[in-house]
């Protein structure tokens, strides 16, 4: 009986293909998970204030990933507590290592806060935009960004399709800063905190065509018929002038 070297390689090509396959996966996981890292790492870098981020695919009542069991984070915790202990209720890097750790277990992420992030150490907005799906955007107390920076941010935030809910607050948030906002077609809820917002801002806000809720805040400009001129210039929309002194 003749035997080909088909027939006496088979077994071990077989063996060889059984083996890359877990590999290949597993270099997979291992790339997205670096890529996920370097993705977190990047809006951590594009603030001076890095550690108060938040993230839609966490549990509310954790703090944590949904994924991400319990047994598995608090070991870390108390390893990056103990690493970074000098830096506590300064840099609280214990805080923003641990964030990339938990970046490994987070899902889809479609939403993130910003809480408080002083000054702003890059383009902010472009960090964002590592994120394409992202639905809602949070920037609270963002009191040393400039009407430059808030400029630029609006900018970027224009360029996610899938934008749907913003929320901005800071002193030097302007009128004009969020005229680039202008024509965005999902983004239908709009949250403003600034001192300096006039009833002008209207012009932006009547080129958005799914808009439906607007609330404003901490602005004195908006007089009682500056909101109801508001209001009747755009029906389908709810106004929230409530923050308002």
């Not at 966490?58 to 830096?87: C, I, K």
């Not at 077609?185 to 080129?207: A, E, N, V």
Request: charged letters at 20%.
């Amino acid at each position: 009986m003749n035997v080909y070297a088909g027939d006496v390689n088979a077994p071990k090509e077989k063996l060889i293909w059984w083996l890359a396959c877990p590999c290949i996966l597993l270099l997979i996981l291992i790339a997205l998970g670096i890529q996920r890292i370097v993705d977190v790492a990047a809006i951590q870098n594009s603030v001076s204030r890095n550690w108060e981020l938040g993230f839609d695919s966490d549990d509310p009542r954790t703090g944590r990933p949904r994924d991400l069991p319990a047994f598995v984070d608090e070991p870390v915790q108390h390893l990056f507590d103990w690493m970074f202990d000098s830096t506590v209720g300064t840099t609280n890097k214990q805080v923003v290592y641990d964030d990339l750790f938990r970046s490994l277990f987070r899902g889809p992420i479609h939403g993130i806060t910003i809480y408080e992030p002083h000054m702003p150490r890059g383009d902010v907005g472009a960090a964002l935009l590592r994120f394409p799906h992202l639905q809602q955007v949070w920037i609270g107390l963002a009191e040393q960004f400039t009407a430059s920076d808030w400029t630029l941010l609006c900018k970027r935030l224009r360029l996610l399709p899938e934008l749907q809910d913003v929320d901005l607050d800071g002193n030097n948030l302007t009128d004009t800063c969020i005229i680039p906002l202008s024509g965005h077609p999902r983004l239908r809820k709009i949250t403003i905190g600034g001192y300096q917002l006039t009833p002008m801002c209207l012009k932006t806000l009547s080129t958005l065509p799914s808009l439906t809720d607007v609330t404003i805040d901490q602005s004195s400009h908006f007089k009682p018929e500056d909101q109801k001129a508001m209001a009747a210039a755009l029906p389908a929309v709810t106004f929230d002038f409530s923050g308002c002194p």
